[in-house]
């Protein structure tokens, strides 16, 4: 008997029609999640211009997941520029077409198309590219002429932190940085990297001593205190160890690590840098007294992984963590030439930035390394912010320098009090 003819194998058969339906369905819904784009919405569309065809009235837009929408423009369209950064409309002014480049930050207001990639857009919101460039490096030199280095001391009743970091010259600074009710507190999340963006909102209670630290306000004019508009910190670990193994297909490598004596994974993002010392490196990074190359050493405070400064005029500045293009975002200046044309009052963190850099490719098994992490809960894991190849004359000139103290081998060298401040730390815009 043909099932499909009685009546209960008609209700089975429509049950089946109806469950194909659904994963139908369900699968039609699936792929639509997968492919939303949260620039493109019903009536408008974000991104950055990728392409101006001004015969044709269309510019394309790139949205930050990579999507191409075109705006198609008439003479009914209306051009307005925002200053970066600002959201309120009554600051916008009129513009057209012809102003508009490419890598200007847009906004296209229209009905989008069903299928999301076309707009005929009655509004064009702009925000230029040069002035965005603009607005970035005063916001970097505001934060260069901060306060930045290692926690040294807490005054939680006063809500004051004192930050201390060295010069090359080994001369210790201190910047105490007061903190009220309405300066912006952000962190660095651990396991990652330090761009400015990524920082989490925190409190002034988080902040402990021994944390990298960067505060961005008013100074007086004897540089010794600085009333904050804005901080960022994080809880880095500088660590090190002898290459046992390279995956870079993966980005990773293996160490044993130099203290423990045990295996360490380090993960390379594709915003890790590696660099290697060039040849004569160390004694130049050794010159700096006896706080050496990380500026750590008497007189630095307690758990320092000392951060350089160096202030007035003329003289280049660190800012803690990673740098553009590159290095990891928010790295203190860096400038032409290489480490001879670094000058004299110049951080430690700064003349790494002069260090050429390297593919993970170019790393080999036996390789010393040391590198900058903001460690996660696993211990035996870790991602590299900055990570530089070629350190055993380091090493061992740290070991030289501490043998007084009954510790000259390399692997009780003390890394993060020696070597803190050459990595530099959290990431400025």
């Known amino acids: ?34 492919t939303t784009d949260p620039a493109i919405k019903a009536t408008q569309v974000y991104g ?19 999507s191409l929408v075109v705006a198609n423009v008439s003479e009914k369209t209306t051009y307005q520029r925002m200053p970066p950064g600002e959201t309120d409309r009554s600051k916008a002014v009129e513009t057209n077409l012809t102003e508009i480049t490419v890598g200007d930050g847009v906004v296209a207001r229209g009905f989008v198309a069903a299928d999301k990639k076309s707009v005929p857009a009655q509004q064009i919101i702009v925000v230029s590219q040069s002035e965005i460039a603009k607005k970035n490096a005063a916001e970097r030199m ?18 004051e932190i004192t930050v201390t970091s060295r010069t090359m010259a080994g001369t210790p600074q201190a910047v105490i940085v ?17 761009r400015y963006e990524n920082a989490k909102a925190a409190k002034f209670e988080e902040v402990k001593v021994g944390d990298q630290f960067n505060a961005k ?3 007086t004019p004897d540089g010794a205190r600085l009333t904050a508009e804005e901080v960022l910190f994080g809880t880095f670990k500088i660590a090190g160890g002898t290459v046992t193994a390279v995956d870079a297909a993966n980005g990773q490598i293996k160490l044993t690590d130099l203290q423990t004596k045990k295996p360490l994974t380090i993960i390379l993002r594709p915003d890790s840098v590696i660099r290697r010392l060039p040849a004569g490196a160390a004694m130049m990074m050794g010159g700096g007294g006896p706080g050496g190359p990380g500026g750590g050493g008497q007189g630095a405070g307690p758990g320092q992984g000392q951060a350089q400064t160096a202030q007035g005029a003329g003289q280049a500045q660190t800012a803690q963590g990673g740098g553009q293009g590159p290095r990891p975002q928010g790295a203190g200046p860096g400038g032409p030439g290489g480490p001879g044309g670094q000058r004299p009052g110049g951080s430690m963190a700064d003349l790494m930035e002069r260090f ?12 010393t390394v040391l590198l900058s992490s903001l460690p996660g809960s696993d211990p035996t894991q870790l991602t590299a912010i900055q990570l530089v190849s070629g350190v055993e004359p380091l090493l061992a000139m740290m ?25 530099g730390g959290a990431g400025v815009p």
């Open 217 to 219: 306000g008013e100074k």
């Open 399 to 423: 070991a030289a320098r501490q043998q007084q103290g009954g510790q000259g081998r390399p692997q009780n060298v003390d890394l993060q009090g020696s070597f803190g401040g050459m990595f």
């Open 48 to 66: 950055k211009v990728s392409e101006i065809n001004g015969s044709s009235g269309q510019i394309t837009i790139k949205t930050d997941a990579g």
């Open 356 to 367: 050429p850099t390297i593919s993970v490719n170019e790393l080999k098994v036996g390789d």
């Open 142 to 159: 505001a934060w260069a002429r901060g306060a930045k280095g290692i926690v040294s001391a807490i005054n939680a009743a006063a809500k």
């Open 1 to 34: 008997m043909d099932i499909f003819r009685t009546h209960s194998g008609s209700a089975v058969r429509k049950t089946l029609n109806f469950l194909l339906l659904v994963t139908a369905l369900l699968t039609v819904a699936s792929a639509s999640a997968q």
């Open 178 to 194: 007061a903190i009220n009710d309405k300066v912006k507190i952000r962190r660095f999340p651990p396991d990652s990297i330090p």
